[in-house]
């Protein structure tokens, strides 16, 4: 049988640089608790709010799958690997840090804000050759509920490819809409980006976290309408 942990929207950690505003699923930073350190593969979930005209400098890192979901307005990327782009919603970026990479993110308007997700996992080798990828996820269409693969090992065209035994699906539920999410590694984690949501009977709203240990499928359902990320992790 499936076991769960709620991972309440309130109780997740806090930090205001003015520019920055960032809210941590997991201990990150100055935000510390021994007890939320991760799940599984799993080790970073930070929402994101960046001022216009904000961003991180270049900074470093190594061994860590980095995966980027923009919700609003759009992020500017540099890396040492020659890699630039901008990102807005619908679109996916990985960044494989492996031996070192370093890169800076810019909030690509001087004035509108930036709302985003940031997800780190653990890779399934150390020390490979650092990488970058973006791709575009399918067009949702008024009124539809559906999955579509964000991130995996094995990517679908759509998707972008990540080195860790995981996988992330988008699932975006149409108000009244249900779909049942398979789960073929064992345990999942979802992560309300907008709206709200039913999994397995139990509700979630924006910003919340429900970790499910020993689950082959999760059945989502929504009344008003919810975006969420469905990790798939061994």
Do not use: C
């Amino acid at each position: 049988m499936p076991t769960y942990l709620h991972r309440k929207s309130e109780d997740r950690g806090r930090a205001d640089h003015g520019w920055l505003k960032a809210t941590h699923s997991f201990s990150f930073g100055n935000y510390y608790d021994p007890n939320i350190m991760g799940f599984r593969a799993l080790r970073v979930i930070n929402e994101d709010r960046i001022a216009g005209g904000g961003g991180f400098p270049t900074h470093g890192h190594d061994n860590m799958e980095i995966v980027t979901y923009i919700l609003d307005g759009a992020l500017e990327h540099r890396d040492s690997i020659g890699s630039g782009a901008v990102i807005r919603p619908g679109e996916a970026q990985r960044m494989s840090a492996g031996t070192g990479i370093r890169h800076s993110e810019f909030n690509a308007s001087a004035s509108d804000e930036v709302h985003l997700l940031q997800i780190w996992l653990l890779p399934n080798q150390r020390g490979i050759a650092p990488g970058y990828e973006q791709k575009s996820l399918p067009a949702v269409a008024d009124g539809e509920s559906r999955l579509d693969v964000v991130a995996a090992p094995q990517a679908p065209e759509s998707a972008v490819t990540i080195h860790s035994d995981a996988s992330i699906t988008r699932a975006v539920l149409a108000p009244g809409g249900a779909l049942q999410a398979p789960i073929a590694r064992g345990h999942a984690w979802v992560q309300v980006a907008r709206g709200s949501l039913v999994v397995d009977g139990h509700d979630l709203r924006q910003g919340d976290g429900l970790a499910v240990k020993d689950a082959t499928a999760l059945a989502l359902s929504s009344e008003g309408g919810a975006e969420a990320l469905v990790f798939d992790l061994a």
